[in-house]
């Protein structure tokens, strides 16, 4: 089998679910983490190296993969652009317990984490997180950046623009559209289209 060298963007929880997830799947080797913020030396066993000016080091020594596990939207796009200038290749962290249909079609740099479920027909765009517990029915078309909360629901035929941002436990009902970088607050019931850059919550969802 030919393993790749991987490198993580990220240090903190969002990182440890995905450590924890690549650990069963042995094409990868993560050879760091890197988070200049982190005050800890490894994550579940990984070495935590420094900041991100330990990019052209990891590339000399032959780390050609990465994966960002950074949960803001923005900041996790920033970081993708960057390391696709520097020529960096982005894998998928899928948990061996979620449950993604073979007619699902997936991007690069996405997590799936563990009890997540998506059926046939999904697009899920680049850079995307599909969190814990979360399920995005048939059909639905979610693009890049965006980020669903642990324990949201996405009924079928969902359309999210780029960096949408769907709270923990929010559930959307079947057709609806949001636009770019929405954010939906933990908890909304959404029921009606967004506009782009909008901040809703609520049962119905409104803006606010
Ligand atoms: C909506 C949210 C961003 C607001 O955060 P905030 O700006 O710090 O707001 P505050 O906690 O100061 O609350 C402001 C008001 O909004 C209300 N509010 C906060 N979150 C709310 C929610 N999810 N739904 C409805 N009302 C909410 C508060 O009760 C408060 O109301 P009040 O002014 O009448 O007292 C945040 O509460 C939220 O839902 N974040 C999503 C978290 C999440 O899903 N994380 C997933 C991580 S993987």
């Known amino acids: 089998m030919d393993i790749k060298n991987v490198v993580i963007i990220g240090a903190g929880g969002h990182a440890k679910v995905i450590v924890d997830s690549l650990s ?8 760091a983490l890197l988070d200049s913020q982190s005050q800890e030396k490894e994550l579940l066993g990984v070495p935590i190296l420094g900041g991100d000016e330990q990019l052209p080091d990891l590339i000399k020594q032959g780390v050609k993969h990465a994966l960002i596990a950074i949960g803001d939207n923005k900041r996790r796009k920033t970081m993708a652009l960057k390391l696709t200038t520097m020529g960096f290749q982005f894998i998928n962290a899928v948990s061996q317990h979620a449950i ?13 984490m563990p009890g997540a479920v998506i059926n046939a027909g999904t697009q899920i765009g680049d850079h995307t997180i599909i969190n814990t517990n979360s399920s995005i029915d048939h059909d639905c078309n979610i693009a890049a950046f965006s980020h669903i909360a ?13 960096g949408c941002f769907v709270g923990t436990g929010s559930s959307i009902i079947p057709n609806i559209s949001l636009g770019q970088w929405t954010n939906a607050a933990a908890g909304s019931v959404i029921v009606t289209n967004a506009k782009a850059a909008q901040q809703i919550k609520g049962t119905p969802a409104k803006a606010y």
């Open 150 to 162: 642990p324990g949201a629901t996405l009924a079928g035929h969902v359309t999210l623009e780029e």
């Open 100 to 112: 993604v249909s073979k007619h699902a079609i997936l991007g690069q740099g996405i997590c799936i």
């Open 24 to 31: 069963t799947m042995p094409q990868y080797k993560i050879i």
